[in-house]
């Protein structure tokens, strides 16, 4: 079993910045077997999306849609997942959540608000 506790978001004026992090805790075995991480986000009204993952290496990837102004990023060390988020859009607007992949299990987070508004 594997925890996932999110945080960081809130509300933030367009071409704002905001660091979400993603805290994993739960037994050392299954910490230790923690690969892909990513973060979704979930619009009202919208299905989820993934905007970014990382491998358990680092090596990222994201969305489009995010390209060139999110950057995802991992401290194994530390058993945290981050998303730093700048020049934030309206239509970044959403619930953000984390995952974990455990071998053949997806771990997810409550997920923390982001709102861009002015």
């Known amino acids: 079993q594997v925890q996932l506790v999110e945080s960081g978001g809130g509300l933030v004026q367009p071409g704002g910045s905001l660091r979400l992090s993603c805290v994993a805790s739960?037994?050392?075995?299954?910490?230790?077997?923690?690969?892909?991480m990513g973060w979704y986000r979930q619009a009202p009204g919208k299905e989820r999306e993934l905007v970014a993952s990382?491998?358990?290496?680092?090596?990222?990837n994201y969305v489009d849609s995010v390209k060139g102004r999110f950057t995802i990023s991992r401290d194994n060390a530390k058993n945290t997942l981050y998303l730093q988020m700048n020049s934030l859009k309206p239509e970044d607007t959403a619930v953000y959540l984390c995952?974990?992949?455990?071998?053949?299990?997806?771990?997810w987070g409550q997920g923390t608000q982001v709102t861009v508004s002015s």
């Open positions: 739960g037994s050392t075995i299954s910490i230790n077997a923690i690969n892909a």
């Open positions: 995952n974990a992949v455990v071998l053949w299990t997806t771990y």
């Open positions: 990382i491998s358990r290496a680092g090596n990222p």
